[in-house]
C-alpha cells in the first residue's frame, strides 16, 4: 500500500512556542489530505481538510489562526502549531487520500506525539 | 448522541476465539464503512471497507454492514496474539469525504 510519513514522531516543546509537523506522501501524489487529532483513549477527531493549493477547511471549534495547515504541494502538508499550550498535548495524525477514483483510501501516517510542557 | 458509537472495551479473550466488534451509528447518510486496526503509538492500518450494506470477507476477517439497524461488525476469527490492538470503525458519506471514528476497541488476545 501507499506509504505517508510524517515527522517528527515525537515533539516535546514550552508552552508558548510553535511547533512544525510534516506530512509526506512517499510514493504518490495525494489531491487531499486530513490532519486528525487524538488524545488518549479517545477516536481520532478531524481538525482540517486541506487540498493542494488551496486554504485549508477547518472542522468547527478547530482554530484556523493557532493550528496552521500548509499544503504547498501534491505530497506534502504541514501542521504549525502556534503559542503551544499542554492542552495542545496529543497525538496528530495526518491521513492522504489520491481523490481520483469513487472511493479513495486514506493513507495514514504513524502519528506525532506532542508533549507541551 | 454521537454520531459513531462504539465500545471502547477492553476485550480480552483467548487465543483462537472468536472476536466480535461493533459500532452503531446515527446517520443513515453513511455510505461507506470502515474498520482499522491501531496499533499502540501508531498511525491507523485500513483492515476492510464496505460499501453499503452486506458482508465482506478478507481471510479471518469479516466485515458484516446492516443499513436498516445501523450497525456493523467486524469478526475475527481464530484470534491471534498478534491481533492485539485497537480497532477503530469509520464511515464516510462518500468516498472523498473525511472519516468519522468511533472510540475504538482495545483488544488483547492472549496466548
Known amino acids: 500500500g501507499a506509504v505517508v510519513s510524517q515527522h517528527p514522531s515525537w515533539v516535546i516543546c514550552k508552552s508558548g512556542t510553535s511547533v512544525k509537523i510534516e506530512c509526506r506522501s512517499l510514493?504518490?501524489?495525494?489531491?487531499?489530505m486530513f490532519w486528525y487529532r487524538q488524545f488518549p483513549k479517545q477516536s481520532l477527531m478531524l481538525m482540517a481538510t486541506?487540498?493542494?493549493?488551496?486554504?485549508?477547511?477547518?472542522e468547527q471549534g478547530v482554530e484556523k489562526d493557532k493550528f496552521l495547515i500548509n499544503h504547498a504541494s501534491l505530497t506534502l502538508s504541514t501542521l504549525t502549531v502556534t503559542s503551544a499550550h499542554p492542552e495542545d498535548s496529543s497525538f496528530y495524525i495526518c491521513?492522504?487520500?489520491?481523490?481520483?477514483?469513487?472511493?479513495?483510501?486514506?493513507?495514514f501516517g504513524p502519528g506525532t506525539r506532542l508533549t507541551v510542557l | 448522541q454521537k454520531e459513531v458509537e462504539q465500545d471502547p472495551g477492553p476485550l480480552s479473550v483467548p487465543e483462537g476465539a472468536i472476536v466480535s466488534l461493533n459500532c452503531t451509528y446515527s446517520?443513515?447518510?453513511?455510505?461507506?464503512f470502515m474498520w482499522y486496526r491501531q496499533y499502540s503509538r501508531k498511525g491507523p492500518e485500513l483492515l476492510m471497507y464496505?460499501?453499503?450494506?452486506g458482508n465482506k470477507e478478507d481471510g479471518r476477517f469479516t466485515a458484516q454492514v446492516d443499513k436498516s439497524s445501523k450497525y456493523i461488525s467486524l469478526f475475527i476469527r481464530d484470534s491471534q496474539p498478534s491481533d492485539s490492538a485497537t480497532y477503530l470503525c469509520?464511515?464516510?458519506?462518500?468516498?472523498?469525504?473525511?472519516?468519522?471514528f468511533g472510540k475504538g476497541t482495545r483488544l488483547s488476545v492472549i496466548a
Open positions: 491521513s492522504a487520500s489520491v481523490g481520483l477514483a469513487v472511493y479513495n483510501e486514506q493513507f
Open positions: 510514493d504518490f501524489q495525494a489531491t487531499t
Open positions: 486541506s487540498n493542494e493549493g488551496s486554504k485549508a477547511t477547518y
Open positions: 446517520n443513515s447518510a453513511f455510505q461507506y
Open positions: 464496505t460499501y453499503s450494506s
Open positions: 469509520a464511515m464516510q458519506y462518500s468516498g472523498n469525504t473525511p472519516l468519522v
